[in-house]
């Protein structure tokens, strides 16, 4: 009600109407009624709080079971932390959000951030993703310890340079952005009086041992992919999203409830002549609100796989972890082509027939569907217990 007679006060005095010393007082305060508003706003209007800790969106599924794995170079250390910066290998790059991809620009070396930035991770690395060995509450694993590598048997520390296959639990932290205090305009922007970050995914906590690994792409992976992804938050340093409530909420209309991952799995040396690769998925977990798809396209030299998570629910979102890796297997013969040809088509008569059957109006018709539906099943039975006996697969 302050608000709406503030506006009104407004309409009824011109600007060029002459206003006495203390009418222009009272009119410095006038503020103060509107920023009471933004202010003391009840919970039920603000935006959605991270789930885990007010602070982290997380995918590891009830109880935070769920391991995700990252493979990268380690490419910076915070010294006296167990805060490590790791340039993903490019068939993890779908566990980064915007805030791993942007970087501090020179015109923010005013900040310390920018410059330990600057001083620590090479110029051109691209894109990283920070792993921490903090315990998060709420989440029992992890040991807030420095990370170890196995070396012929024995365990030394975690170097830069050091190729590295970790895993531990994949969240994105809603609270401030990578490099923490920093919040300039290469991670943000303005939301009206608020500002918005551009959020980053993290390992928090990670798990120990770390695994010495080799650069490249490798035939056998594991990948977690979840949704919705939650790419943008109100960021926590910034004084007006503190003094509103704001600070660390999630920006709801960024909410992208559709995570697509695409990786490329190499295959192994070709066993002889005749073969073809296959894609082999083993371990899979599922969890959470949603559905799941895998599409993979087989070549000669590994398949390139295509994840596609739906999910919408921030407090369970939709995971999707699997082992990945190529087998060779014998190539599909002629009859095995036309077998798989012939059942497509009996297939798609079949549904023809179904969608026939709901315009069938007599009795009489609807009996003469049936039979030929089943006639059709009973050809589709028949072509699949011959590619069975003659070892046809993706029938």
């Given at each position: 009600?302050?608000?709406?007679?503030?506006?009104?006060?407004?309409?009824?005095?011109?600007?060029?109407?002459?206003?006495?010393?203390?009418?222009?007082?009272?009119?410095?305060?006038?503020?103060?009624?509107?920023?009471?508003?933004?202010?003391?706003?009840?919970?039920?209007?603000?935006?959605?709080?991270?789930?885990?800790?007010?602070?982290?969106?997380?995918?590891?599924?009830?109880?935070?079971?769920?391991?995700?794995?990252?493979?990268?170079?380690?490419?910076?250390?915070?010294?006296?932390?167990?805060?490590?910066?790791?340039?993903?290998?490019?068939?993890?790059?779908?566990?980064?959000?915007?805030?791993?991809?942007?970087?501090?620009?020179?015109?923010?070396?005013?900040?310390?951030?920018?410059?330990?930035?600057?001083?620590?991770?090479?110029?051109?690395?691209?894109?990283?993703?920070?792993?921490?060995?903090?315990?998060?509450?709420?989440?029992?694993?992890?040991?807030?310890?420095?990370?170890?590598?196995?070396?012929?048997?024995?365990?030394?520390?975690?170097?830069?340079?050091?190729?590295?296959?970790?895993?531990?639990?994949y969240v994105v932290d809603c609270d401030h952005i990578m490099f923490y205090h920093l919040h300039t305009s290469s991670y943000t922007y303005?939301?009206?009086?608020?500002?918005?970050?551009?959020?980053?995914?993290?390992?928090?906590?990670?798990?120990?041992?770390?695994?010495?690994?080799?650069?490249?792409?490798?035939?056998?992976?594991?990948?977690?992919?979840?949704?919705?992804?939650?790419?943008?938050?109100?960021?926590?340093?910034?004084?007006?999203?503190?003094?509103?409530?704001?600070?660390?909420?999630?920006?709801?209309?960024?909410?992208?409830?559709?995570?697509?991952?695409?990786?490329?799995?190499?295959?192994?040396?070709?066993?002889?002549?005749?073969?073809?690769?296959?894609?082999?998925?083993?371990?899979?977990?599922?969890?959470?609100?949603?559905?799941?798809?895998?599409?993979?396209?087989?070549?000669?030299?590994?398949?390139?796989?295509?994840?596609?998570?739906?999910?919408?629910?921030?407090?369970?979102?939709?995971?999707?972890?699997?082992?990945?890796?190529?087998?060779?297997?014998?190539?599909?013969?002629?009859?095995?082509?036309?077998?798989?040809?012939?059942?497509?088509?009996?297939?798609?008569?079949?549904?023809?027939?179904?969608?026939?059957?709901?315009?069938?109006?007599?009795?009489?018709?609807?009996?003469?569907?049936?039979?030929?539906?089943?006639?059709?099943?009973?050809?589709?039975?028949?072509?699949?217990?011959?590619?069975?006996?003659?070892?046809?697969?993706?029938?």
């Amino acid at each position: 009600m302050k608000l709406l007679n503030i506006r009104i006060l407004a309409r009824q005095s011109p600007p060029h109407r002459p206003q006495s010393a203390g009418y222009l007082r009272s009119r410095r305060f006038a503020f103060i009624p509107l920023l009471a508003t933004f202010v003391c706003l009840p919970s039920w209007v603000l935006p959605d709080q991270p789930p885990l800790n007010k602070k982290f969106v997380a995918y590891g599924g009830p109880g935070h079971t769920l391991d995700a794995e990252l493979r990268g170079r380690v490419v910076a250390i915070s010294q006296g932390t167990a805060m490590i910066y790791i340039a993903p290998e490019r068939n993890y790059h779908h566990l980064l959000l915007e805030g791993n991809r942007r970087a501090p620009t020179a015109r923010e070396n005013y900040k310390a951030p920018w410059r330990w930035y600057r001083d620590n991770i090479p110029a051109g690395t691209g894109p990283v993703i920070k792993v921490e060995a903090g315990l998060v509450p709420g989440v029992p694993k992890g040991q807030d310890r420095f990370p170890d590598v196995i070396v012929n048997g024995t365990p030394r520390p975690v170097r830069v340079g050091d190729h590295v296959r970790i895993t531990g639990l994949y969240v994105v932290d809603c609270d401030h952005i990578m490099f923490y205090h920093l919040h300039t305009s290469s991670y943000t922007y303005m939301r009206g009086i608020y500002k918005a970050a551009f959020t980053h995914a993290e390992i928090h906590p990670y798990n120990h041992p770390w695994e010495l690994d080799t650069p490249g792409p490798s035939g056998g992976e594991v990948h977690l992919v979840g949704a919705p992804r939650v790419p943008e938050a109100y960021t926590g340093p910034y004084g007006a999203n503190r003094a509103a409530g704001r600070a660390g909420h999630i920006v709801k209309d960024a909410i992208q409830n559709q995570t697509v991952a695409q990786f490329f799995i190499p295959a192994p040396p070709r066993p002889g002549p005749n073969v073809e690769t296959r894609l082999s998925i083993a371990d899979v977990e599922e969890r959470g609100d949603g559905n799941a798809f895998v599409k993979s396209t087989p070549t000669d030299q590994g398949v390139s796989v295509t994840v596609t998570v739906r999910g919408s629910n921030v407090k369970n979102p939709r995971i999707h972890r699997a082992r990945y890796s190529v087998v060779w297997v014998p190539k599909a013969s002629a009859e095995c082509e036309a077998l798989r040809r012939r059942i497509r088509s009996i297939r798609a008569r079949i549904r023809s027939l179904q969608a026939d059957m709901q315009d069938a109006v007599s009795a009489a018709e609807r009996a003469a569907i049936v039979r030929q539906i089943r006639r059709a099943q009973s050809e589709a039975g028949e072509a699949a217990r011959r590619a069975r006996e003659i070892g046809c697969t993706d029938i």
